[in-house]
């Protein structure tokens, strides 16, 4: 320790006999800062390996349920042929996660980290093209995080919703942008959930007849209700349990249309005629859902990210898109979920940030009584930001919001370098007389194995975070991985230039008072 010391203060003496040359660097340093955080690629959350998938299955749009049930069981036992995967859930059917009857979801557990090979995102390709040869049914895996904001579940972890009053509008340019989306390079599997190839049958009734018959319209709305609705019409009680007794027609004629033409309606005189006696049968196109926005017609489109590519990059290029397309303005892109947080986040991070630093200089303003030293202090924050941005950069990871409380934490962390210092300092030269020169040195060579032991106390503590491995461990990698880089890099740039910006700043504030001293002398008189 006596002979690192000892380097140290031969170190300092040549660094405060070139104050101007350090006080470029310094100054560099902060510019660097700043052009660093420019070129990083900005995200929100890491994607995460925590042992589980979630699939989105989507057969054919007029599907039945007996059909869409065959594709997903072919689908689970495609899946489970990996050697990966532990089990497989699925269902199909209407409710509150599958909006239509031709969707369905999956959730694949696979084996635990050490015990596979592969990443999730491995395993997701390959269950990709395993499922792929399934005819008429397509797959959207995606890994589950542990931290997300979405409040739906979509195909692709990001969402953007499009929306217009005219619904003819929305049709007509949907297709266009999509295909335009496909096209860019951050932007990887793009898809639209708006489905119009559904099949509905229509009954066109024959008032008049009907009428003449003595039919109504909910005698109709009965008959079909008796023979599709699966109406309630009696209960069986036992000792144990009890049975409800369903009413429907039998499943060979559920499957077919034409069997619709085939119920029969009671008239007036208490006959009965076949229903293709009093209406027209037809089978028409439409949609299989309605998504709204703010009460227009709108439809979600969700993306991935393609392998390197960041969210940032791909915002923006979506952006853009719309002007190249030339998309009107009555259509409205809106941003959903997870990326929706992130779009609002980069605009607040860098006022989140000068906010903190703001709120630092008041306090330490109050705590030293002066307006110099508290710059002091903050100066030490570039060198650590360049170290986390640079650490980020090297090991390709993005700035997150993971990264963003890293740095965060790391202001409160580097300062106290440059506190420990200045605390002796002043004391020395308010206290003993000595100048400021020595004031300083003197500090950095007291306080030098102190800031070296809390420095690395708190690096160590973050080489676990660095190097985590296990279930959901990326999203503690970027914290560890900003710590080390912004710890190591301050400790080598403040130990040298806060002395020289405290000398520097010492200077200033002893001009400013002898200025102010002379311009009262003169206003005395």
């Not at 340093?29 to 070129?39: G, K, P, Q």
């Not at 999509?178 to 793009?190: F, I, K, N, R």
């Not at 779009?343 to 703001?358: G, I, K, N, R």
Request: aromatic residues 6%; proline residues 5%; negative net charge.
């Amino acid at each position: 320790m006596q002979k690192l010391t000892q380097g140290y203060d031969s170190g300092l003496h040549w660094v405060l006999s070139r104050q101007t040359l350090t006080l470029l660097i310094a100054v560099g340093t902060l510019v660097l800062t700043a052009l660093l955080y420019v070129v990083v690629p900005k995200g929100f959350f890491p994607p995460q390996d925590t042992g589980i998938i979630q699939a989105i299955t989507e057969g054919p749009q007029r599907a039945s349920f007996a059909a869409m049930s065959r594709l997903q069981e072919q689908a689970a036992e495609q899946i489970l042929q990996d050697p990966d995967v532990e089990s497989v859930s699925a269902f199909i059917g209407v409710d509150g996660s599958n909006p239509t009857l031709n969707t369905g979801r999956i959730q694949v557990a696979l084996v635990a980290q050490s015990s596979r090979s592969r990443s999730a995102q491995e395993i997701i390709d390959d269950l990709q093209s395993a499922v792929h040869p399934i005819p008429g049914l397509s797959v959207y895996f995606q890994s589950v995080q542990e931290l997300t904001v979405d409040d739906q579940i979509s195909r692709y972890p990001y969402q953007i919703a499009l929306s217009d009053p005219d619904p003819v509008s929305l049709l007509t340019w949907l297709p266009k942008w999509v295909e335009a989306l496909q096209s860019l390079p951050a932007v990887d599997g793009v898809v639209s959930d708006l489905q119009q190839d559904g099949q509905q049958l229509v009954l066109d009734i024959d008032r008049d007849t009907a009428a003449r018959l003595g039919i109504s319209k909910a005698g109709i709305d009965d008959v079909l209700y008796d023979a599709f609705g699966q109406r309630q019409i009696s209960t069986i009680y036992t000792q144990s349990a009890q049975y409800r007794v369903v009413l429907e027609v039998g499943q060979r004629f559920r499957a077919d249309p034409e069997s619709v033409g085939q119920l029969h309606v009671t008239t007036s005189s208490g006959d009965t005629i076949a229903l293709e006696g009093i209406a027209r049968i037809r089978t028409q196109p439409m949609a299989l859902s309605i998504d709204r926005l703010d009460q227009f017609p709108a439809a979600n489109v969700s993306f991935s990210l393609a392998p390197g590519a960041s969210l940032s990059d791909a915002i923006e290029q979506i952006q853009a898109t719309r002007a190249d397309i030339g998309m009107p303005e009555s259509i409205e892109l809106r941003f959903l979920g997870a990326a929706h947080a992130f779009e609002a986040s980069l605009s607040s991070t860098l006022w989140l940030m000068l906010a903190a630093v703001l709120t630092m200089y008041i306090v330490l303003g109050i705590l030293y009584e002066s307006y110099v030293h508290p710059i002091t202090i903050l100066s030490t924050l570039p060198s650590a930001t360049i170290g986390a941005l640079a650490a980020l950069l090297l090991m390709g990871w993005d700035l997150d919001m993971v990264g963003v409380i890293g740095i965060i934490l790391l202001i409160g962390i580097v300062k106290k370098n440059a506190i420990m210092m200045i605390d002796f300092a002043l004391v020395a030269q308010r206290e003993q007389g000595v100048d400021a020169q020595k004031a300083i040195h003197d500090a950095a060579l007291l306080r030098f194995r102190p800031i070296l032991m809390t420095t690395f106390a708190a690096m160590f503590s973050a080489v676990p975070l660095m190097l985590a491995t296990g279930s959901g461990a990326e999203m503690r990698q970027p914290l560890g991985l900003v710590m080390v880089g912004g710890l190591l890099c301050s400790q080598v740039l403040t130990l040298f230039t806060t002395p020289v910006i405290y000398l520097y700043f010492d200077r200033l504030a002893r001009r400013w008072s002898r200025q102010h001293a002379v311009g009262t002398d003169e206003a005395v008189p």
